[in-house]
């Protein structure tokens, strides 16, 4: 699974105010180590200008039964349960993508992992966890940034529900941008659903999609 990659810097500066600076630029934080960000075309929406669809609403009706619930990273209920799960959703993208022993380093080293948030989803019908999603919280900012979750044929829109969701909850903590990662493969265009809207060219950020359309075709 290759991303595009423009640049890569390593910082020290761990504050929220440098770390969203960097996010301005179109880095973003990554799992390969501590302090590593990669300059990709970034996807953000300005939770300002964001408001539910109505496509929007028709997926959130078919995850009516699912709860969203935010922990810390580093997550003293790691197991290797969680591991397990990210590796199997990950295997689609390609062998050894996303290891269980790297995903066990970011819910459980600190030392090792760009990321402090955690978003669970349980089936409010069982409580069952169903999925998660490896986030970073900023002062103004959320980066939605490595998902993964048990798939189920009878759900095909698990994966959009559970991301507006958070979407949503990001607006409602007031937070001002919330970032959805990088757009390089056709298959991504599915973030471009979302009002307030935004991606980073190389150089600015861009509100027309137009153009990242062509470019993601």
Known sequence: MAYLNWDTQTISDFSPENIEKMYDEGYILTRVDR??????????????????SSENRRIL???EHIRLSVGDIPYAGYTWKIG???KDFY?????NVFTANKVREIFTNADKSNFNKLFVFSDARDGSVIGYVIA???????????????????????GLGMMTMAIEWAKKLGKDYMYLGSLS???DTY????????WFDGE???????????ILR
């Open 35 to 52: 302090g590593v960000m990669n300059k990709t075309r970034s996807f953000r929406i300005d939770l300002g200008k964001f408001e539910l």
């Open 61 to 63: 009706r078919k995850a």
């Open 84 to 86: 397990k799960m990210a």
């Open 91 to 95: 295997e689609k993208f390609g062998d």
């Open 136 to 158: 970073y919280k900023g002062d103004h900012i959320i980066h939605y940034s490595y998902p993964f979750y048990f798939e189920d044929p009878r759900e095909s829109s698990r």
């Open 185 to 187: 493969r056709p298959t």
């Open 191 to 198: 973030k471009l659903q979302f009002k307030g809207g935004e």
């Open 204 to 214: 600015h950020w861009q509100t027309d999609l137009a153009p990242l359309k062509e």
